[in-house]
């Protein structure tokens, strides 16, 4: 069997516990496939995982390699696997044991969609993850329809620059909360409203809305509590939300975990393949240097995505 190169830690904590290590790849399960990654993005669930902070990953999990979405080429498929075949392209989201940092991984071949022909890999492999959350949060779990209006805290970072482009895709009025340097991308992205959390308090634009879209947390959630309509919903990504405060709003809130999802995900490849949607790359390191793509993803600052090419 080939080794294959894989970025991972041993143990928790800065970025100097990543390493990379030589691996025998595992083979993939009945209804799994093996691919050959080309390209693999940074997400912040991979420093969160990796401080030890992560709930879902503990000591048991280690060595750990952190990555949990890819666009690369299928290698091989496992007995049960029938929707692709080698040599297909396809992006898709890696389950939690994470292994994107990587010259291969293994994932559900029902996680995974074609990978849209209109774009490469680095910009493909951007999407499942972060794509996939901005959706889910807006319609599956926000219910967004045309029509109703929405604000999107964080509208320039990895999901929120979805979100941005969905909601306008579903014909939805879009506000956005995003810091000044990023006001001009968050225009481009098609938003109604670009607010400058810098320079200028939301709840001065906002009001009567039907859904808060909140990438943010703390006192950005707390403010936007009474700008929501009776009947309205938040939704967030981070901490749970207060039910007492949204009864007392009479508001619905919710938070939620992303799920894999290969149908969805062909859906939006649907909606990149129109142009009406199109994944920002605010840089790319190679595999070696993930570490640093890390940290750059630490500080927060991330204007759309950072991704690392592997292949
Ligand atoms: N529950 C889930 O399944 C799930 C899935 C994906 C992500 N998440 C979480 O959701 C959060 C967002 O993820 P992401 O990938 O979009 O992160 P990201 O790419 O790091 O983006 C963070 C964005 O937030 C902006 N920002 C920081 N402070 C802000 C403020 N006060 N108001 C408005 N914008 C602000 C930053 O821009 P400036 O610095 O320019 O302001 C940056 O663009 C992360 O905490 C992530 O862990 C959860």
Known sequence: MNSIRRIRFHRFGDADVMQSDVVEPSGPDAGQILVAVRAASVNPVDYKIRTGKYPA???????????????GTVVSCGAQATRFKPGDEVFGIVDIHGG?????????????APKPATLDHVHAAAIPLAGQTAWQGLFRHGGLQAGQSVLIHGGSGGVGHFAVQFAKARGARVLTTVSSDNVGFARSLGADEVID?????????????????????????ERSWPLLKKGGNLVSTLTAPSQDKARQHGVRATRY????????LAEIATLVRHGAVRPHLQR?????SAAEAMAAVETGHTV????????
């Open 197 to 221: 959390y810098k320079t200028q308090r939301f709840e001065d634009v906002a009001s009567e809305l039907d859904m808060v879209f909140d990438l943010i947390d703390g006192e950005t959630r």
């Open 284 to 288: 790319s390191f190679p595999l070696a």
């Open 257 to 264: 975990t992303v799920e894999a999802d290969g149908t969805e």
């Open 57 to 71: 990953v503990k000591n048991d999990r280690l060595p750990y390699s952190p990555g949990r979405d890819v666009s």
């Open 304 to 311: 759309g995505k950072i991704v690392l090419t592997v292949t």
């Open 100 to 112: 994107g940092y990587s010259e291969q991984v293994v994932l559900d071949e029902r996680a995974v």
